[in-house]
């Protein structure tokens, strides 16, 4: 059955969207962090301080490989990270799978995760002038996983339900 997958860098906004689509599709929505904290009954945080990065990426790729197996119909909205570990990638082009990138610009995701950032450990510890320096670098260094959706919608300038919409245009 077909899944849709929302993915894209920190605060582009793939839980908030997915949700919301979820809500007017009528599809179920799995946030992939949410799945992964019900699963080891940690938070993203505590996972990253008891057991360290490569233990969360290997979590990742099991829980999201589970997910796209499942036989429902569902969104599913990525980590910011998922793309670019385990080869991940490669499956967001496989039959049934809608991959949709939201690409938004440095200056668009600084404003969001300047004040949304305690639960991202990889940026929570960064100030207001490490952070620009860091998102600018780390999406370069992404971008080329989150090419590989099989759809672009850039989200900048644009409201929630502006960025539903053209997503829906993409479903129909
Ligand atoms: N289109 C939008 N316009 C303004 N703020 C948004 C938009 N989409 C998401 N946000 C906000 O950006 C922040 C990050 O959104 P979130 O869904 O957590 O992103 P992600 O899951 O991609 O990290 C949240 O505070 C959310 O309310
Ligand atoms: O970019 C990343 O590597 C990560 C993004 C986070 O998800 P969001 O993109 O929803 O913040 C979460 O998976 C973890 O903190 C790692
Ligand atoms: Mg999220």
């Known amino acids: 059955m077909k899944k849709i997958v929302l993915l894209g860098y920190m605060g582009c906004g793939k839980s908030t969207i997915a949700q919301k689509l979820s809500n007017i599709t009528e599809i179920p929505f799995l946030d992939l962090d949410k799945c992964i904290e019900n699963k080891v009954n940690l938070t993203i945080n505590e996972i990253f301080d008891k057991h360290g990065e490569i233990y969360f990426r290997k979590l990742e790729h099991e829980t999201f490989l589970e997910l796209l197996q499942s036989p429902e119909e569902i969104i599913i909205g990525l980590g910011g990270g998922t793309p670019c570990y385990a080869d991940n990638h490669e499956l967001l082009n496989k039959e049934g799978v809608i991959s949709i990138y939201l ?51 850039s989200v900048d300038e644009k409201t929630i339900d502006e960025t539903i919409s053209d997503i829906l245009e993409l479903l129909a």
């Open 103 to 153: 690409k938004a610009s440095i200056d668009t995701l600084y404003g969001r995760l300047l004040h949304n950032k305690s639960k991202r450990p990889l940026i929570a510890d960064k100030n207001e002038d490490e952070m620009r320096e860091f998102i600018a670098t780390h999406l370069f260094e992404r971008s080329f996983y989150y090419n590989q959706a099989k759809y672009k919608v």
